[in-house]
């Protein structure tokens, strides 16, 4: 069992203290420690067995998510990704399994995911080269007579880059949604999420490069981050901005900042 020392004592939790779920992996202990900062400090915890290896780590005001993938190969089908999405939601009490949901691809960050208006949205790429499939779905929280659990409620599967193309980088922010695909060409994509049972990709732009990073600036603005290239070749580091006020005007503003390599 896992082992706690505070202010000098050793807490040792018991058996009826640890949980798991029989559809999931129990190969290791999972903690999760809750501190109160207000008044005297205060640690309670909670442990699960799960993943060794969790992938992706999301944590939102309302819960925290774990983004794991694995491997498969099936003599028909060649490598499959299958991912799982595993929540736990903050309560009252501590901390409380949220269910989990099962997904195509991995997650290449934690902008890839994000929680808003009780959905979670997720953006993910499966293959390599010629079978390359980007995916952006849509989940809902829901608790059914007590049971917390994860059902999806969308997908869009279509358009979120060309062929070959895989997903670089996600920014959420409440009901839109900016991807950057990259393969040749860098194509920065607006999604619109105001109706989360049908996303659908609102604009594109296509530009040089590709970005890493996409930081919201202001309700009008995206900040891209990340390399210029020439010839299918990175030649330095580049910083664009992105109107994004309406995706009829979607555009680059003004002359993106390159610094070439030396």
Do not use: C
């Not at 969790?54 to 694995?70: D, M, N, P, R």
């Not at 996409?214 to 981050?225: A, C, F, K, S």
């Amino acid at each position: 069992r896992p082992v706690y020392e505070i202010d000098g004592q050793k807490l040792v939790p018991e058996y009826d203290e640890i949980y798991y779920h029989g559809d999931l992996q129990a190969q290791v202990f999972n903690n999760i420690t809750t501190i109160e900062l207000s008044g005297n400090l205060d640690l309670t915890y909670d442990i699960f067995l799960g993943n060794f290896s969790w992938g992706t780590i999301y944590v939102s005001h309302q819960s925290i998510y774990f983004a794991s993938y694995e491997y498969s190969y099936d003599e028909e089908t060649g490598y499959q990704e299958t991912g799982k999405l595993i929540a736990f939601d903050f309560v009252n009490e501590g901390v409380v399994f949220g269910g989990f949901i099962t997904y195509k691809g991995y997650v290449i960050n934690q902008f890839a995911i994000d929680e808003y208006d009780g959905y979670v949205r997720m953006v993910t790429t499966e293959g390599w080269g010629d079978t390359v499939k980007n995916r952006l779905y849509v989940f809902e929280k829901t608790e059914v007579e007590g049971t917390r659990t994860l059902t999806q409620v969308s997908l869009l599967d279509e358009g979120i880059g060309k062929p070959r193309e895989r997903v670089f980088s996600v920014r959420f922010y409440e009901t839109e949604a900016t991807v950057v695909t990259f393969e040749q060409v860098d194509p920065f994509y607006m999604i619109d999420l105001s109706n989360p049972l049908e996303p659908t990709i609102a604009a594109a732009l296509e530009i040089p490069g590709f970005s890493l990073y996409q930081h919201r600036w202001n309700d009008d603005t995206v900040l891209g981050i990340g390399y210029e290239t020439s010839e299918n070749r990175t030649i330095g580091i580049k910083l664009s901005l992105y109107d994004v006020t309406n995706p009829e005007t979607l555009a680059e503003l003004g002359t993106p900042l390159v610094l070439m390599n030396s």
